[in-house]
């Protein structure tokens, strides 16, 4: 066996012994060695091999791997550009907390610099964006290799779960889950060759136990958490995957409102629901301001959420995913940030007594909004029509991940769900990109019915996400893709004022005229027209079987007006409280 050959051999049966069960893999010929490897694996049953051609696309389908089984996929890549294509895969995994292992073939040491065919320098391509990296040598017929190579991908395990050492976290290294970097010098031969044998063992010393990865949920109490009555608790995006539901019920046995993003999990009886329209009344918010708002995850979607945590007066606390936003709290705001342990049940507050009045006005008003908004249904065809279906259709237990841009602001201000639902979205960066390939990670991770929904610009900016060969395992996925040819979201924001119309169009507007039909053909994509609400719901309460698309075309110049009517009739509802709704402070 050649030491490239017996190097790649190790590392994916140490990979596979630390619990990692899926690969990505990139075709290239530096990375030959661990694509002969995988494939072994994938033969002996130990994991499952997906190969893809695009490495943007597959460095996002590994991010969808990980993301809600919380155990770090590997994507595999060949040297040069291959590599810098998975930065936005990084990205997206560092700022959102998900286990993702890079696993990158690069020439040897002495070629770079020297002009070589594909070669850059690859060690520190992701700067700050990884949890760990290592630049391994190149493989020697020596002794002692294989523990060397054995601990290397023991270390990316241990650094993409966040569950390395107490040293590391005195040190200042965070402890989280997030992305790493292995990459991996190799000489040629690159393919298998019939040398002399290894000069010691390539297999593993058994261990006492099984080193499997778990998903860490583990957190800290807060420590030292005054009350205060009169405290709002907005709730963004969670990494793991009963957060939400334990943030909430830590804020309601306190007496406060839970205003939360539709990220996580449903129905969520305790939230207000229509959060974001019940601060759309200056007046109602200014006779029933909190003193305090607690914010606990990535906050990403409201405006009217990020003036709360900008209000003048207001104490604002943050809660990390896992207790270690210091450097980076989660949420922007002009004031000074109290930053807290992630919260957990055995946190009391002891003899404090809730503002019963105050919390009832909350909780009133939030039934007042929904109620108007009931009224208010948006008219078919529209983005918050659309949404509004899919959250009413999907059958109990699905799984829907939400591009970025319109569709999730959309859902966010769609009725809650009623049944059981899961609500995915990548709001690390909350980048457009890579959103067909992360929901196509999702459903073949899963066994739940999986959906996506997202906008015609977010659907074609990772059209590769359709590119599966046929010797590839195909998603059991529905993707809704909302057709109003170009950029919806900017009709919402301010370079979408009437007054600004002559120069929307070609900027902001971007329309692109693609005929999605012809793309779902041309990668062997079952693709439906759907121009009635009934339909849309008819096909959404089908489990999904195999890859469909289902496209909804609709007009975005009504977006801006939609929206607006829906904010108004809130903020009617807010006021024609009367008295009760605006008490003395």
Same mark, same amino acid.
């Given at each position: 066996?050649?030491?490239?050959?017996?190097?790649?051999?190790?590392?994916?049966?140490?990979?596979? *012994?630390?619990?990692? *069960?899926?690969?990505?893999?990139?075709?290239?010929?530096?990375?030959?060695?661990?694509?002969?490897?995988?494939?072994?694996?994938?033969?002996?049953? *130990?994991?499952?091999?997906?190969?893809?051609?695009?490495?943007?696309?597959?460095?996002?389908?590994?991010?969808?791997?990980?993301?809600?089984?919380?155990?770090?996929?590997?994507?595999?890549?060949?040297?040069?550009?291959?590599?810098?294509? &998975?930065?936005?895969?990084?990205?997206?995994?560092?700022?959102?907390?998900?286990?993702?292992?890079?696993?990158?073939?690069?020439?040897?040491?002495?070629?770079?610099?020297?002009?070589?065919?594909?070669?850059?320098?690859?060690?520190?391509?992701?700067?700050?964006?990884?949890?760990?990296?290592?630049?391994?040598?190149?493989?020697?017929?020596?002794?002692?290799?294989?523990?060397?190579?054995?601990?290397?991908?023991?270390?990316?395990?241990?650094?993409?779960?966040?569950?390395?050492?107490?040293?590391?976290?005195?040190?200042?290294?965070?402890?989280?889950?997030?992305?790493?970097?292995?990459?991996?010098?190799?000489?040629?031969?690159?393919?298998?060759?019939?040398?002399?044998? @290894? %000069?010691?063992?390539?297999?593993?010393?058994?261990?006492?136990?099984?080193?499997?990865?778990?998903?860490?949920?583990?957190?800290?109490?807060?420590?030292?958490?005054?009350?205060?009555?009169?405290?709002?608790?907005?709730?963004?995006?969670? %990494?793991?995957?009963?957060?939400?539901?334990?943030?909430?019920? @830590?804020?309601?046995? *306190?007496?406060?409102?839970?205003?939360?993003?539709?990220?996580?999990?449903?129905?969520?009886?305790?939230?207000?629901? +229509?959060?974001?329209?019940?601060?759309?009344?200056?007046?109602?918010?200014?006779?029933?301001?909190?003193?305090?708002?607690?914010?606990?995850?990535?906050?990403?979607?409201?405006?009217?959420?990020?003036?709360?945590?900008?209000?003048?007066?207001?104490?604002?606390?943050?809660?990390?995913?896992?207790? @270690?936003?210091?450097?980076?709290?989660?949420?922007?705001?002009?004031?000074?940030?109290?930053?807290?342990?992630?919260?957990?049940?055995?946190?009391?507050?002891?003899?404090?007594?809730?503002?019963?009045? @105050?919390?009832?006005?909350?909780?009133?008003?939030?039934?007042?909004?929904?109620?108007?908004?009931?009224?208010?249904?948006?008219?078919?065809?529209?983005?918050?029509?659309?949404?509004?279906?899919?959250?009413?259709?999907?059958?109990?237990?699905?799984?829907?991940?939400?591009?970025?841009?319109?569709?999730?602001?959309?859902?966010?201000?769609?009725?809650?769900?009623?049944?059981?639902?899961?609500?995915?979205?990548?709001?690390?960066?909350?980048?457009?990109?890579?959103?067909?390939?992360?929901?196509?990670?999702?459903? &073949?991770?899963?066994?739940?019915?999986?959906?996506?929904?997202?906008?015609?610009?977010?659907?074609? +900016?990772?059209?590769?996400?359709?590119?599966?060969?046929?010797?590839?395992?195909?998603?059991?996925?529905?993707?809704?893709?909302?057709?109003?040819?170009?950029?919806?979201?900017?009709?919402?924001?301010?370079?979408?004022?009437?007054?600004?119309?002559?120069?929307?169009?070609?900027?902001?507007?971007?329309?692109?005229?693609?005929?999605?039909?012809?793309?779902?053909?041309?990668?062997?994509?079952? +693709?439906?027209?759907?121009?009635?609400?009934?339909?849309?719901?008819?096909?959404?309460?089908?489990?999904?079987?195999?890859?469909?698309?289902?496209?909804?075309?609709?007009?975005?110049?009504?977006?801006?007006?939609? +929206?607006?009517?829906?904010?108004?009739?809130?903020?009617?509802?807010?006021?024609?409280?009367?008295?009760?709704?605006?008490?003395?402070?």
């Amino acid at each position: 066996m050649n030491p490239s050959t017996a190097l790649a051999t190790v590392l994916v049966d140490e990979l596979v *012994r630390r619990g990692v *069960r899926h690969v990505v893999l990139c075709p290239g010929s530096r990375s030959a060695p661990i694509a002969y490897a995988v494939q072994e694996a994938e033969r002996a049953g *130990r994991l499952t091999l997906h190969v893809r051609v695009d490495e943007r696309s597959a460095g996002f389908l590994a991010l969808g791997l990980a993301k809600l089984t919380r155990v770090p996929a590997v994507v595999v890549t060949t040297s040069g550009t291959a590599v810098a294509n &998975l930065h936005p895969a990084v990205l997206e995994a560092h700022h959102g907390v998900v286990p993702l292992i890079v696993l990158s073939a690069d020439r040897p040491v002495e070629l770079r610099g020297t002009g070589a065919n594909q070669t850059t320098v690859q060690p520190g391509m992701f700067a700050e964006a990884v949890r760990w990296s290592a630049d391994a040598p190149a493989p020697r017929r020596a002794l002692g290799e294989v523990a060397r190579w054995r601990e290397l991908a023991a270390e990316a395990v241990r650094h993409a779960t966040g569950t390395g050492s107490r040293s590391d976290a005195r040190a200042g290294a965070r402890t989280e889950p997030g992305p790493v970097h292995l990459n991996v010098q190799l000489r040629e031969p690159l393919v298998p060759t019939d040398d002399e044998a @290894w %000069p010691e063992p390539l297999e593993a010393t058994p261990v006492a136990t099984p080193a499997v990865v778990e998903p860490s949920v583990e957190t800290s109490p807060v420590a030292g958490v005054d009350h205060v009555a009169r405290t709002v608790v907005v709730v963004g995006d969670l %990494p793991e995957p009963d957060q939400l539901e334990r943030a909430v019920r @830590w804020a309601t046995d *306190r007496g406060w409102p839970v205003l939360a993003e539709p990220f996580g999990t449903h129905p969520r009886p305790d939230v207000l629901p +229509h959060g974001p329209l019940v601060l759309s009344d200056p007046g109602w918010l200014d006779a029933h301001a909190p003193d305090r708002v607690i914010a606990v995850g990535r906050l990403t979607l409201s405006r009217p959420v990020a003036g709360l945590l900008r209000r003048q007066g207001v104490r604002v606390e943050a809660v990390g995913a896992h207790g @270690w936003i210091e450097s980076r709290p989660d949420i922007h705001t002009v004031h000074p940030v109290t930053v807290l342990d992630a919260p957990t049940e055995t946190d009391t507050a002891t003899g404090a007594q809730p503002d019963a009045a @105050w919390l009832q006005s909350w909780q009133a008003a939030g039934a007042r909004v929904a109620a108007a908004a009931a009224d208010q249904r948006a008219p078919w065809p529209s983005g918050l029509a659309v949404a509004q279906t899919v959250l009413d259709s999907l059958p109990e237990g699905s799984t829907v991940f939400v591009g970025s841009s319109s569709s999730v602001r959309d859902l966010d201000l769609s009725a809650p769900r009623d049944c059981s639902l899961r609500v995915v979205a990548s709001r690390g960066l909350a980048g457009i990109d890579g959103c067909v390939s992360t929901a196509v990670g999702v459903a &073949l991770a899963g066994s739940d019915p999986t959906y996506a929904l997202m906008g015609d610009l977010t659907f074609l +900016h990772d059209a590769n996400g359709l590119l599966i060969g046929p010797m590839e395992t195909r998603p059991d996925l529905t993707l809704v893709v909302v057709n109003d040819d170009g950029g919806g979201i900017f009709t919402l924001l301010e370079p979408g004022e009437p007054t600004r119309a002559a120069d929307f169009e070609r900027v902001f507007g971007t329309p692109t005229g693609v005929d999605l039909a012809a793309l779902c053909a041309a990668h062997h994509v079952r +693709h439906e027209l759907v121009t009635s609400q009934a339909r849309l719901a008819d096909a959404l309460a089908a489990r999904p079987d195999g890859l469909g698309v289902l496209e909804v075309p609709l007009d975005r110049s009504l977006h801006r007006d939609q +929206h607006a009517l829906l904010r108004q009739a809130a903020a009617d509802a807010l006021r024609e409280g009367g008295a009760a709704a605006y008490p003395a402070r």
